[in-house]
């Protein structure tokens, strides 16, 4: 059973960091794309960052460039993503989803997602 689990998430003061985990399990992460994506409350779900199955070509939502970072690590069959200098408006439930096309796209037509966690950036 094809299975992604995020976890990582929690509350943060402004300023601050967080490292957000996807674990899959039930297939190899490495020959997916991996997207992170993000939605707020009364708001769209909005793609964050990806990263390709093959180059590990990366790609980051404007907003979050410079403070976000995706890596994978295909021996533990995890993608990270490394939240720097975070803000309030990055506060959302936070989504990791992969797809076997294997194409980095921040557009949410990814086959399998995982059930999300929580990140609260809050003084």
């Known amino acids: 059973q094809l299975q992604l689990v995020e976890s990582g998430g929690g509350l943060v003061q402004p300023g601050g960091s967080l490292r957000l985990s996807c674990a899959a399990s039930?297939?190899?992460?490495?020959?997916?794309?991996i997207g992170w994506f993000r939605q707020a409350p009364g708001k769209e779900r909005e793609g964050v960052s990806c990263?390709?199955?093959?180059?590990?070509?990366?790609n980051y939502v404007d907003s979050v460039k410079g403070r976000f970072t995706i890596s994978r690590d295909n021996a533990k069959n995890t993608v990270y993503l490394q939240m720097n200098s975070l803000k309030p408006e990055d506060t959302a439930v936070y989504y990791c989803?992969?797809?076997?096309?294997?194409?980095?796209?921040?557009?949410?037509?990814?086959?399998?997602w995982g059930q999300g966690t929580q990140v609260t950036v809050s003084s």
């Open positions: 990263i390709s199955s093959r180059k590990g070509a990366t």
């Open positions: 039930g297939f190899t992460l490495g020959n997916y794309a």
């Open positions: 989803a992969a797809s076997e096309f294997g194409l980095c796209t921040l557009y949410p037509g990814y086959e399998y």
